[in-house]
């Protein structure tokens, strides 16, 4: 079939909060494209709960403050400038989404209500009841749809990004059908690599498909093993996981083991608002002990109609479960929830890879360290898509040619992908890397996840979007049994 081909200014991949406020940067003079894997909403962004941390109160907060907390959490593995960039900067951004028409809650005198999460020293977190993350994608979405200098394309898979003479060219799959578009910048905005596990909050479409891309080109990955394991989602039979957000615990919330007993108290000051990765390694410790895995929160103590308010989506999640959160305790475990580590990047969300961005979860910008403070996600989204959109603009004044189309030339037909290795990958690391490593099971998986990139990459298979996400998830998982292995 005969390929169709566009040439765009900026081709951003990825519909979350980063590709849209990073497309939102430019005028109608630069033509952009934004490359949605699966449907609009359809990513990481949609469904984070928490909100945004953000010091907009400065008597009563400050940046060192939130400088300090951003450290404590990461274990003083941050990068120090892009810490400060973060959190100096990120106010405007967030005061800039709410000029767009992104909404946050107020109390009753009209100011931002902001909440408290784990491993924050002050309420700094404004948010949208507990749907923060869909509520940014629909304001950002409606003003994405406003541009039209902006193309917005649904289900479309990036199959490969080949750099040609001022830019790329980029193989995309739609409905079966394969098109390029050459474009002379790329933003990478894939979100992260959640799928490469069996147990995840991610969606669908974590699958690391942007690492995997950087990572063909040449570019510096880095710390990808720095993988989040959110210690409270909800524990179901069926293996999906749900998040219950860190700000329950931040309302008030007590974890509780399998005595329906809190023991926080064993293992840190902080109880249940120490850091994440604590409070993860503090439950897998407590099921040693007691051996039991089941856990639980209880917010039973609160009052009723607050917690339907402040809560709506969480309480829906449970109550399909038979659980109601203001009566009933809430059944919980780690699992596999963001990803620290990723393509290297400056202070500008530059790669070193040249014309190529990357900004968002896929991103290793340093500002998170070795664990990430809770709600400085969609903050480092906002901040880093901005400033590489900024640079972009940077170098368009500076008198960059533009992009030359080249022949097109692909054969991506084959056999199809067999049954089972996308299983195997998750069920790899889930045995090797979780929580607390096991160092013979990361040598054995990274052999393993060896062996099956050998065969992903030897046989002719097509390039659906079920290989190519096995290749992201196969070529991720190996990155990080690696470091795993070397630290």
Not at 21 to 32: E, H, I, K, N, P
Not at 273 to 302: C, M, Q, W
Not at 334 to 348: F, R, T
């Amino acid at each position: 079939m005969e390929n169709r081909t566009n040439i765009v200014d900026v081709l951003v991949v990825g519909s979350g909060v980063a590709g849209m406020y990073g497309a939102l940067q430019f005028d109608s003079s630069t033509s952009v494209m934004i490359l949605s894997k699966y449907s609009k909403t359809t990513s990481n962004s949609n469904l984070a709960q928490g909100g945004v941390a953000a010091v907009l109160n400065p008597e009563e907060d400050s940046f060192d403050l939130h400088i300090k907390d951003t450290f404590i959490a990461g274990r003083h593995e941050n990068d120090p400038e892009s810490v400060e960039v973060l959190v100096s900067e990120g106010p405007d951004d967030v005061r800039r989404i709410m000029d767009m028409g992104v909404r946050f809650d107020r109390n009753a005198e009209g100011e931002l209500d902001m909440t408290l999460e784990g491993g924050h020293c002050r309420r700094r977190i404004v948010h949208y009841k507990d749907c923060t993350g869909a509520e940014m994608v629909r304001g950002l979405l409606s003003e994405v749809e406003k541009k039209e200098n902006i193309i917005y394309r649904e289900n479309t898979v990036l199959v490969r990004l080949v750099r040609v003479r001022s830019g790329f060219r980029a193989d995309l799959l739609c409905d079966g059908e394969y098109s390029s578009v050459f474009c002379s910048y790329c933003m990478l905005c894939t979100g992260g690599v959640g799928r490469v596990y069996k147990y995840t909050t991610n969606p669908k479409s974590a699958t690391g498909d942007g690492i995997r891309i950087a990572y063909e080109l040449g570019a510096q990955i880095k710390n990808l093993s720095y993988i989040q394991f959110h210690p409270t989602a909800f524990n179901s039979e069926n293996g999906e996981q749900f998040l219950i957000s860190e700000s329950v615990r931040g309302e008030g919330a007590y974890l509780l083991n399998c005595h329906k007993e809190r023991f926080m108290d064993r293992y840190d000051e902080r109880l249940e608002l120490a850091p994440r990765d604590v409070v993860s390694k503090s439950i897998i410790l407590e099921s040693r002990r007691t051996g039991s895995n089941n856990f639980y929160l209880d917010i039973t103590h609160e009052d009723a109609d607050f917690l339907r308010e402040r809560f709506p989506a969480i309480s829906e999640g449970c109550r399909q479960y038979g659980v109601d959160i203001t009566k009933d305790l809430i059944p919980v475990f780690p699992c596999q929830h963001y990803l620290m580590g990723g393509i290297e990047v400056d202070i500008d969300s530059k790669t070193t890879v040249p014309r190529l961005y990357a900004c968002g979860e896929c991103a290793n910008t340093g500002v998170h360290g070795k664990n990430r403070l809770a709600s400085n996600s969609l903050l480092e989204a906002l901040v880093f898509s901005r400033r590489a959109a900024e640079d972009i603009k940077r170098c368009m004044l500076n008198g960059f040619a533009k992009v030359s189309e080249l022949p097109v030339s692909n054969d991506f037909s084959g056999a199809p992908l067999p049954e089972g290795i996308i299983t195997e990958i998750r069920s790899i690391m889930q045995r090797a890397y979780f929580v607390l490593p096991d160092a013979g099971a990361v040598r054995f998986g990274l052999k393993q996840i060896d062996n099956i990139l050998k065969r992903l990459k030897g046989a002719k298979y097509a390039h659906t979007t079920k290989y190519l996400e096995a290749l992201s998830l196969a070529t991720c998982a190996y990155i990080i049994l690696k470091e795993a292995e070397e630290k």
